[in-house]
């Protein structure tokens, strides 16, 4: 069992940078590949990034890559997201989850995660 903690959300005009992070609880976590996924009120959970146990390996959205970074430190048991030229469809709650499972590539689908946050809201205005 893993808890993850998200935190650096909140309310940024267009165009506007966020970083966000996700603190995880035990060590193990440094094992895990690390997911970020995004939900906007009246639609499903979707992928946004996610990251490999060495970080050697990191997937994006298309609607957020090149703006995005998918970052991970495993001595701080930490994984952020850095969202840069941010945009009012990216106002979503944001979470990022955990994938046990030994697998030859980052997972991108929300069922191959076992563990999610809580969940932090971003809001970016126009």
């Known amino acids: 069992q893993v808890q993850l903690v998200e935190s650096g959300g909140g309310l940024v005009q267009a165009g506007g940078s966020l970083r966000l992070s996700c603190a995880a609880s035990?060590?193990?976590?440094?094992?895990?590949?690390i997911g970020w996924f995004r939900q906007a009120p009246g639609k499903e959970r979707e992928f946004v990034a996610t990251v490999s146990w060495s970080g050697g390996i990191t997937y994006y959205s298309d609607s957020v890559k090149g703006r995005f970074t998918i970052s991970r430190d495993n001595a701080k048991n930490t994984v952020y997201l850095q969202m840069n030229s941010l945009k009012p469809e990216d106002t979503a709650v944001y979470y990022c989850a955990a994938d046990s499972h030994v697998r030859s590539l980052p997972p991108r689908t929300v069922g191959a995660y076992d563990y999610w946050g809580q969940g932090t809201q971003v809001t970016v205005s126009s």
């Open positions: 035990r060590r193990s976590f440094s094992s895990y590949t």
